[in-house]
Structure formats: C-alpha cells, structure tokens
C-alpha cells in the first residue's frame, strides 16, 4: 500500500521551505505568470530553481501550477516560459487547458501531467479519455463523493487520484466562477478572482411569488454564497480506503505559518494511522492545532453527502482568528539557551507564547526575557519584522514559530 501523499501549498520561497520542513511530501507553486494565485507570492524562475533543489534535497516532490485558461495573448508568452524553464526538475505540472498540455509536451515530451480540478473531472468515462491524453494524476473535482471516488478507482485503477482536503471552498462548480469578471472585471480563471462569494448580498426575487430561498438572514444582509473551510484531518481512513494518492492542502495565499500549522497536523495525523492502521485513533489535538490559524467553521464538504444549509456560513465572511502568529526561530544557542527570533507580531514580556516546530508537540511558556538585537533587554516589541533574542525553555531550532492566544 502506497502511503497517502501530503501536498502542500506554497505560495512563495519562504512557504514552500516551510512546507518541506514540517512534514509535507510534496509542494505545489506557481510561477510569477500562468497561474490561478495572482495575488500570491509566487516565484520567478531563479526561486524556482532554489525551491526545486531545497525540495529535492529533502526528498519532496515539485509541482508546478499553470493551470489558467489560457486566452490568444498568452500563447506565445507560455511557449517562452516553457523553454526558460525546461532545464528545472520539476516532478509535474497542473494543467487544466488541453492547448497547455499540448505546450508542455513539445517542450517536454516526458513531462508528467497532473490535470487541475479546473478541469471538473467528475467522472471514469472522462477519467479514461484524459488517461488516453497522457495524465498520470488527476485533481477530482470537489463535488464527488467518497462513493463516486470509490466506483472511479475501481473503473481506473491505474491513475492517481488526487483531492483536496483542507482550505476554502468555491462556491462555484469546481473553481469556475464568472463572478468576479463579471462584477469588476476581474478573471477568477486567470488568476485574478476577488471573491465576490464572500460578500454580503441580499436576495430579491420578484418574479416568482410563492418560491422563498431557505436562507438565514439579519438586517445587516446574509452571506448566501459562503461556505465553510474544508476539513478532512479526522477522515484520513476513509481518504485512504476511497484510493486517494495524494491529501492537497489549498492555501497559496496563506501565511507561512497556515502553511506550518496545517501540514504539521496532517504529518501527524497520516502518519499516525500508517502506523497502526487496524488500531488507528484520531486524537483531538490534532483539530485543536487546526483551529489555532486562521479559519472559517468546518464542513466535509460534498465527500459524505450534498453540501446542505449547515454548510454555509450565513452570518459573516470573517475568519475566526484566535492565535496571533508572532515569530520565527531564526537561530538558536543550545549553551544559552537563546533563540534569535523574526517577529511577526507584538509580543510583550510576560504573555504566555505556545512554541511548534516540525514534527513535534508545542510547549507553552511565559515570555520572560525579551531582548533586541544589539542585546538590549525591552518589555515589549511592537514593531514586525524586528530582530530579536528570546530566552526558550526548551530547546528549538531554526524555523520553530511562536503564537500567542488574542486577548
């Protein structure tokens, strides 16, 4: 039995080296152009060749994301691209437009193809003419349920079969949304999308009297088209047992230290199960990780059932942000027992701080010696991105993170 593959994203050099350090298999990027993340960091060509080989090193597998819908503009620029990147061992590339497939392949006879879940695979007949095509792996579109993923592996037991399992949903079928390029010309299919299913609307219908929409509602609006966070950590059985070859965290937008969170608990998570899979038990902490970044309330999505009510969020857009993420360990002197730490937020002596690092529980301690970086001692440093020295009880290493519960 092939282990379940952990894939996450990595939305810039930083996320993608934090990704590889806590745990993740594989890491999936896009470049500065042709990819859906516009609003990402993303990588030029030299970070690319720095990521490939740091992954590599560390023995992660690279996929790269060019899977927008390509316009007549963009031909002759993603031909150019390929071939300045052809020389990079990159493991696959994301593709939902046969055009760009067809690209990739002149330039890279022997590149392999992973489809996007743009493409809204949904089922074996087309499974088996995208197969025919070339693609060794497809993203399955999120509307399938474990079921139809079950009946697809037996009809094709020769592709891998990837799905998301982690991160926002679209509202619309499989990421194809006009609304944003409706609303202010901005085109979700290439990179762009403003997320206008997070908005608030009010609904009027004044063409049918009689048919009411069952939604919930205030007077300041409703949020009828926003769905709640994909979460799966506590399925991973059934993940396995449906033929899922690779668990996708989405997420390029995210914070370095989403990126750290959520692999971290996954790492835990899977391997915990391939362990003991007969003895296998999911431990809440597990979830209580997830619930320290950055989140909309969970749902399972359409993998048990059709999303109902209860997988919408009616009464707000916002997140739910418990933790502040307020730096990263930079260095470490094991003799002093000091680490020199990046701040992300403010933190002040005396706070209660929660330290994680790649495979590993947290530890919570009181911050009681806050220095700046020419050594000075400070009650308090407000200001990101400041250097800093901070006495840990317990040993780390560079790219362990603090945390802090908002007050």
Not at 129 to 158: C, M, S, Y
Not at 313 to 337: C, L
């Amino acid at each position: 039995m092939d282990k379940l593959e952990l894939l996450s994203p990595a939305g810039d050099l930083e996320k993608l080296k934090t990704a590889v350090d806590y745990g993740a298999d594989a890491v999936y990027f896009g470049g500065e152009l042709f990819s859906l993340r516009a609003g990402a960091g993303n990588l030029s060509i030299e970070q690319m060749k720095e990521a490939v080989q740091y992954a590599h090193a560390h023995h992660v597998k690279c996929y790269l994301a060019l899977n927008i819908f390509a316009h007549n503009e963009d031909v002759l620029p993603l031909e150019d691209y390929l071939l300045k990147i052809k020389a990079l061992e990159i493991d696959a590339f994301i593709v939902s437009d046969p055009g760009i497939m067809l690209m990739i392949r002149a330039v890279m006879p022997d590149a392999e193809i992973h489809l996007s879940t743009q493409a809204n695979m949904t089922n074996y007949k087309t499974a088996q003419f995208w197969k025919n095509q070339g693609v060794k792996r497809i993203v399955l579109a999120r509307e399938l349920t474990f079921d139809e993923i079950r009946h697809l592996r037996a009809q094709q037991p020769d592709l891998e079969l990837e799905a998301f399992v982690q991160g926002a949903m679209c509202i619309s079928y499989s990421g194809r949304c006009l609304l944003s390029n409706f609303m202010i010309e901005r085109d979700a299919n290439r990179g762009q999308c403003a997320h206008p299913c997070r908005w608030k609307y009010a609904l009027v219908e004044e063409q049918r009297p009689g048919e009411y929409y069952p939604i919930e509602e205030d007077e300041r609006g409703t949020y009828i088209l926003n769905s709640r966070d994909l979460c799966m950590i506590d399925h991973i059985p059934d993940l396995v047992e449906a033929g899922i070859a690779s668990a996708k965290i989405e997420g390029r937008m995210k914070s370095s230290f989403y990126v750290a969170t959520v692999v971290g608990a996954y790492r835990k998570a899977i391997d915990a199960y391939y362990q003991d899979p007969a003895g296998y038990e999911f431990r809440k902490e597990w979830m209580d990780e997830l619930k320290k970044v950055s989140h909309r309330e969970f749902t399972t999505g359409f993998y048990y059932n059709q999303p109902t009510n209860q997988d919408q969020n009616y009464q707000t857009s916002a997140y739910t942000r418990n933790y502040s993420f307020i730096g990263v360990v930079k260095d470490y002197d094991p003799q002093t027992g000091m680490a020199i730490v990046e701040q992300r937020n403010k933190m002040t002596v005396g706070e209660e701080i929660e330290v994680f690092g790649p495979h590993t529980d947290f530890f919570k301690q009181t911050l009681e010696v806050l220095l700046d970086e020419e050594g000075n001692a400070i009650e308090s440093a407000p200001h990101p991105q400041q250097i800093l020295q901070i006495k840990m009880e317990h040993p780390v290493s560079a790219n362990f993170m603090l945390r802090k519960r908002k007050e």
